[in-house]
């Protein structure tokens, strides 16, 4: 199994708080991804980053955002969490952004947002 | 913009049924293909995948050929079991600047009974 972590694993937080989601690897892939899964939509690439500091909007941007210091480490933020965001997320990491090459996801982190 | 059309779940089986799973694609030039499992209350594990035109994919007994004539990637097992009880994603990865995203399909659920 890929080394990857997702903190915290599940979380309820209340409608205008900040959230930080943090996803850690131990891999040493360039590439991480964070998706949210919802019914209905399977998943859908929020942000994603291609190496330290470079980061990039995905299809579902608005109301998130990213920071990634080191390698190991890709953090997302809701900086007012709101109730549509209730969702599971999902890191992903990925040796190359060539298509051949597999995506490993994380356990997931479960967000209610109240 | 690249797109991925699943049958919709969920799927009831008897244990050593043969199951289809139906996955078509849009997508602008040469994706590669995958099929992701997802088992109650875990993250995404690859399946299995396909890279170019007529590949055949194949992993625990699931198979799935890279279909470019129809844009297809149906996922096929000849007898399925109780374990085999998931939600099945078909995705597609294409090269789209600085790192090749996956679009994902719905999801189908499968439900295996004895």
């Known amino acids: 199994d890929a080394g990857i972590t997702q903190s915290p694993r599940h979380k309820v937080t209340e409608t205008g708080t900040p959230v930080t989601l943090r996803c850690h690897q131990t891999e040493n892939h360039r590439y991480m991804y964070w998706y949210r899964q919802d019914p209905g939509h399977g998943l859908r690439l929020i942000h994603y980053s291609y190496g330290v500091k470079d980061t990039d909007k995905g299809e579902v941007s608005d109301g998130y955002s990213v920071s990634r210091s080191k390698t190991e480490d890709f953090l997302l933020t809701l900086e007012s969490a709101t109730s549509s965001q209730t969702s599971v997320y999902f890191c992903a990491i990925s040796e190359s952004g060539t298509p051949t090459y597999e995506q490993y996801f994380g356990p997931g982190t479960r967000l209610t947002v109240t | 913009g690249d797109s991925v059309t699943q049958m919709e779940g969920p799927v009831t089986l008897s244990e050593e049924a043969f199951l289809t799973i139906n996955c078509t694609y849009t997508?602008?030039?040469?994706?590669?293909l995958f099929w992701y499992v997802q088992y109650p209350g875990e993250g995404l594990q690859l399946l299995l995948k396909a890279t170019k035109a007529d590949d055949k994919g194949s992993n625990k007994g699931f198979e799935a050929t890279y279909r470019k004539e129809t844009t297809s990637f149906h996922l096929e097992k000849g007898s399925v079991q109780v374990s085999d009880s998931a939600v099945y994603f078909c995705a597609l990865r294409e090269n789209t600047g600085t790192a090749s995203k996956l679009t994902f399909g719905t999801g189908t659920r499968l439900q295996v009974t004895l």
């Open positions: 997508a602008t030039g040469y994706p590669s």
